[in-house]
């Protein structure tokens, strides 16, 4: 009898501590992944001021309002400076909602610095729209 009763005993515990296991695990919130950006990629707050139609794509001229994140190697970007980055006409159509002048938007641009004529010894930045984040 003794026995028995301490193998209820025991039963009623370990079934308790299964079951509290769970709920903390459960209860408990999944910590997000941050975004990790490519090299020569940011991450960017941006209120849109023009966009410019061209055959292939469309200039989006923007004010940074705030840099969210960096990708390395990336040049810093100040808020406050004006830059402006191509959309292809796919993503343009899918995000015309979202891309419009005075709105505002989140976004992933990627760079590609070039020359813009032989010898020329300064550096263009020119950005590309990877994908919107809003």
Same mark, same amino acid.
């Given at each position: 009898?003794k026995?028995?009763?301490?193998?209820?005993?025991?039963?009623?515990?370990?079934? /308790?501590?299964?079951?509290k296991? +769970?709920? =903390? @695990?459960?209860?408990?919130? =999944?910590?997000? #992944?941050?975004?990790?950006? #490519?090299?020569? @990629?940011? @991450?960017? !707050?941006? *209120?849109?001021?023009?966009? +410019?139609?061209?055959?292939? !794509? +469309?200039?989006?001229? $923007?004010?940074?309002?705030?840099?969210?994140?960096?990708?390395s #190697?990336?040049?810093?970007?100040?808020s406050? $400076?004006?830059?402006?980055? #191509?959309?292809? &006409?796919?993503?343009?159509? *899918?995000?015309? %909602?979202?891309?419009? @002048?005075? &709105?505002?938007?989140?976004?992933?641009?990627?760079? %590609?610095?070039? /020359?813009?004529?032989?010898?020329?010894? =300064?550096?263009?930045?020119?950005? +590309?729209?990877? =994908?919107?984040?809003?």
């Amino acid at each position: 009898m003794k026995k028995s009763f301490l193998l209820v005993v025991c039963s009623v515990l370990l079934i /308790n501590c299964a079951n509290k296991k +769970k709920t =903390t @695990q459960n209860s408990e919130p =999944t910590p997000e #992944a941050e975004v990790s950006l #490519a090299p020569g @990629q940011i @991450q960017a !707050h941006l *209120k849109i001021l023009m966009i +410019k139609d061209n055959d292939s !794509h +469309k200039m989006v001229s $923007s004010e940074v309002i705030e840099i969210l994140s960096y990708g390395s #190697a990336t040049d810093p970007v100040p808020s406050g $400076s004006e830059i402006s980055f #191509a959309v292809n &006409n796919e993503l343009y159509n *899918k995000s015309l %909602n979202l891309i419009k @002048q005075n &709105n505002t938007l989140v976004a992933i641009l990627s760079n %590609n610095e070039s /020359n813009m004529m032989m010898g020329d010894k =300064t550096k263009t930045t020119l950005w +590309k729209l990877i =994908t919107i984040k809003n």
